[in-house]
């Protein structure tokens, strides 16, 4: 029976540094100083992996999350922004600006120089 490569130290929960392996189909054993492979998730606390598995639960829908949580939206929202951020993202940095502004269009609109129709357009992301 095979079990799993631990991802940290079972006794200090430091690093895991594999030394040997063997490759049964060729009989062979490795020596060296190999990485173990990390998942992304590896990293996250206990509270941060129960806070994903809520999170997949829910559909991704915070709204949902604050009655099996216990929490208001925004706290629920920082907590994602926490775990993007473990997961080395920035939350919001790849977000695409907006294509339209959207103050000029509803400026232009309230001073007659477009019609609303146009404006609708232009909200919607017509041309």
Same mark, same amino acid.
């Given at each position: 029976?095979?079990?799993?490569?631990?991802?940290?130290?079972?006794?200090?929960?430091?690093?895991?540094?594999?030394?040997?392996?063997?490759?049964?189909?060729?009989?062979?054993?490795?020596?060296?100083?190999?990485? $173990? @492979?990390?998942?992304?998730?590896?990293?996250?606390? %206990? !509270?941060?992996?129960?806070?994903?598995?809520? /999170?997949?639960?829910?559909?991704?829908?915070?709204?949902?999350?604050?009655?099996?949580?216990?929490?208001?939206?925004?706290?629920?929202?920082?907590?994602?922004?926490?775990?993007?951020?473990?997961?080395?993202?920035?939350?919001?940095?790849?977000?695409? $600006? @907006?294509?339209?502004?959207?103050?000029?269009?509803? %400026? !232009?609109?309230?001073?007659?120089?477009?019609? /609303?129709?146009?404006?609708?357009?232009?909200?919607?992301?017509?041309?």
């Amino acid at each position: 029976m095979l079990l799993p490569l631990p991802q940290r130290c079972p006794l200090t929960g430091g690093e895991i540094v594999v030394t040997r392996f063997y490759s049964p189909s060729a009989d062979i054993s490795y020596e060296g100083r190999f990485a $173990a @492979p990390q998942p992304p998730f590896a990293q996250l606390t %206990a !509270d941060q992996l129960r806070f994903i598995e809520v /999170f997949v639960r829910n559909e991704g829908k915070l709204n949902r999350m604050e009655d099996d949580l216990g929490l208001s939206y925004p706290t629920i929202r920082s907590r994602l922004h926490e775990v993007i951020r473990a997961l080395g993202y920035e939350p919001g940095k790849d977000e695409p $600006a @907006p294509a339209v502004d959207r103050t000029a269009v509803l %400026a !232009d609109l309230d001073a007659g120089k477009i019609s /609303f129709e146009d404006a609708m357009k232009l909200l919607e992301g017509g041309d």
